[in-house]
């Protein structure tokens, strides 16, 4: 069974310069995580969806981060403009909540730097 | 104020040489608490989940245990292999049902 899939894998860019990650989930995955990992740091939560409908984005930097999810299968997160802070690793997520702890998988995440 | 602290932040050992890295947490109402390995450049990796006090979980040389404010991650008889960054993570009742509170994971580096 395939895995969650992520692309790019590594991205260069200049402040300001808009940027876009793609995700592709685990087939039959109702729910897609996105989170953003610090170097030396555990993922942090930037949206939930459950289905096509963003659940949970309170985490998400809304001026300049926005994400969407048609048809409730792929994911795109879009950042415009980049900072110099954005540089991380965006990791995608999926799951398939139909029990009361629902396992999450983590695809191999997209490096950012920012210069 | 974090909701999961892992110890040490890094362990080296030597091959053979077993040992435990540790993860408190402080939220009340735990769902799940799970380890994941993550590689360098690669996205964590699913190893365990534990719902209850008292619950025990093994793979290969790995071994979980949970009581109600902690779990730890025993490594027997450690390999190169065993190499990695394991992470800890909470879901619990109060919080927005399903996300996942992540621990800042320990490094581990074991020596042939």
């Known amino acids: 069974e395939a895995g969650v899939v992520q692309s790019p894998r590594y991205k260069i860019i200049e402040k300001k310069q808009p940027v876009a990650f793609w995700c592709n989930p685990i087939?039959?995955?109702?729910?897609l995580y996105w989170y953003r990992q610090n170097l030396g740091q555990g993922p942090e939560l930037l949206i939930r969806?459950?289905?096509?409908?963003?659940?949970?984005d309170s985490q998400l930097p809304k001026d300049r981060f926005s994400a969407e999810r048609l048809k409730g299968v792929d994911s795109t997160l879009k950042i415009q403009p980049a900072e110099l802070g954005d540089s991380a690793v965006y990791l995608c997520?999926?799951?398939?909540?139909?029990?009361?702890?629902?396992?999450?998988?983590f695809g191999p995440g997209t490096r950012l730097t920012v210069l | 104020e974090d909701q999961v602290t892992q110890s040490p932040e890094a362990l080296r050992l030597q091959e053979g040489e077993s040992s435990s890295l540790n993860c408190s947490y402080t939220?009340?109402?735990?769902?799940?608490l799970f380890w994941y390995r993550q590689d360098p450049g690669k996205g964590p990796e699913f190893l365990f989940t534990l719902y209850s006090a008292g619950e025990e979980k093994e793979k290969e040389r790995l071994k979980a245990t949970l009581t109600k404010k902690e779990s730890f991650l025993h490594i027997t008889a450690p390999k190169p292999e065993d190499s990695a960054t394991y992470l800890c993570a909470v879901q619990y009742h109060g919080g927005s049902q399903g996300n996942l509170i992540f621990g800042k994971g320990t490094k581990l580096s074991v020596k042939p």
């Open positions: 969806y459950e289905n096509e409908e963003a659940v949970d």
């Open positions: 939220v009340s109402g735990l769902r799940g």
């Open positions: 997520a999926s799951s398939n909540r139909g029990s009361l702890v629902d396992t999450q998988y």
């Open positions: 087939s039959g995955h109702n729910t």
